[in-house]
């Protein structure tokens, strides 16, 4: 069993930045890939960003470039880092994980055995 815990999340204007993390808590953090997902009111949840256990990532298109995955192994630790926010990027934010990690990394919700319970990111002015 894997126990996951997400902070970090809050109310931001448009162009600014935030840091999730998400506390990995249970087995051993190392042999897990993580991800990051999102839902939006009233949207399916949404595939972000992954990292596997030898730090390959991938990314949604709609993040590319402006979001960063990464991970601290000492820490049990995932990080996601999200600049330049835009009204768009409002949604529950979601930390999750798989056994494995290899190339390529999963990005369907239904394969990931492990979440955490959300965080909230609002991005207005």
């Known amino acids: 069993q894997v126990s996951l815990v997400e902070s970090g999340g809050g109310l931001v204007q448009p162009g600014g930045s935030l840091r999730l993390s998400c506390v990995a808590s249970?087995?051993?953090?190392?042999?897990?890939?993580m991800g990051w997902f999102r839902q939006a009111p009233g949207k399916e949840r949404e595939f972000v960003a992954a990292?596997?256990?030898?730090?390959?990532?991938t990314y949604a298109d709609s993040v590319k470039g402006r979001f960063t995955i990464s991970r601290d192994n000492a820490k049990t630790t995932v990080y996601l880092q999200m600049n330049s926010l835009k009204p768009e990027d409002t949604a529950v934010y979601y930390c999750?994980?798989?056994?494995?990690?290899?190339?390529?990394?999963?990005?369907?919700?239904?394969?990931?055995?492990?979440w955490g319970q959300g965080t909230q990111v609002t991005v207005s002015s």
């Open positions: 999750a994980a798989y056994g494995g990690g290899t190339y390529p990394l999963r990005r369907g919700p239904d394969e990931y055995g492990y």
């Open positions: 249970g087995r051993t953090f190392s042999n897990y890939a």
């Open positions: 990292i596997g256990r030898i730090n390959i990532m």
